[in-house]
């Protein structure tokens, strides 16, 4: 039996500093990670909106029915609003002039991370049991006040007879997004700026087969309805539209 044990070979010189850079970069990702996560809600800029006070009894051309729509969602369905959403409002509006009525919607949350952020549309109303027709980016025309222009989905969803044109945006920070691509983005760029961005769902919507004539209708709304707003209150739904 040898007395003396065979001593393990050196490791070489190379493989140490392998080891050693290896290390370092880890250490290097870790803070890099730390310090690149948000730890500021962009909610402080709009903290103080009740989104309730924004829609009137009367503005503009239009008036809020009497007999409002109401959303009768299961125990589950409510259970994840109220995990997403902080405030949610749905009114409906007759149009003065011609006796049409658009269905509102605004979704607020004050977290937009990946696990708590808005449902888009197009992910919410398949959900339910539509199908849609058609989807679009577009440009919805606004007073210059409001920036000039509102960048928006239009969606057209079906369920058996009913045809439902919407047009809906999503406020994410200080910018408007259509999409998962642009919100997302828009997370990435807030973040790097160290915040937690909000989010704002807005969508207006008609049973009509007339796709083009509710489309018209629906930006006859939102015109007047950002027109009433403060500048503050309006921020608070389009975000610095000249920012985007």
């Known amino acids: 039996m040898d ?32 310090w ?9 800029h709009t903290a103080n909106v009740k989104y309730e006070t924004l829609f009137p009894a009367s503005f503009g051309g239009w008036d809020l029915a009497r007999e409002q729509a109401t959303m009768i969602v299961n125990p589950q369905q ?29 979704a607020y ?16 109303y398949p959900a339910q049991g539509f199908s849609l027709l058609s989807m679009r980016k577009d440009l919805l025309p606004a007073e210059a006040a409001a920036g000039g222009t509102v960048p928006v989905m239009r969606i057209v969803a079906q369920m ?23 919100q997302n983005l828009a997370r990435i760029r807030l973040g790097l700026r160290g915040y937690i961005p909000d989010g704002l769902l807005f969508r207006v919507s008609e049973v009509n087969p007339d796709a083009a004539a509710s489309f018209a209708l629906q ?22 539209l000249q920012g985007r």
Request: glycine share 6%; charged share 20%.
């Open 219 to 240: 930006d006859r709304f939102v015109r007047d309805f950002l027109a009433h707003l403060t500048p503050a209150a309006r921020e608070s739904v389009i975000g610095s």
């Open 109 to 124: 949350g004050n977290n937009q991370s990946r696990a708590t952020q808005v449902h888009k549309p197009e992910v919410c």
């Open 3 to 34: 007395a003396h044990p065979t001593l393990p070979a050196p490791v070489p010189a190379m493989q140490v500093l392998r080891l050693r850079w290896m290390g370092a970069l880890m250490v290097a990702a870790s803070l890099l990670a730390w």
């Open 160 to 182: 058996g007879r009913r045809i439902e044109p919407l047009t809906y945006w999503i406020r994410a920070g200080d910018t408007v997004v259509r999409g998962s691509i642009e």
């Open 78 to 106: 409510q259970e994840t609003l109220d995990a997403i959403y902080d405030e949610v409002v749905t009114k409906v509006y007759i149009e003065r002039a011609s006796g049409r009525r658009v269905m509102v919607s605004l």
């Open 36 to 44: 690149a996560t948000p730890t500021k809600f962009w909610s402080q």
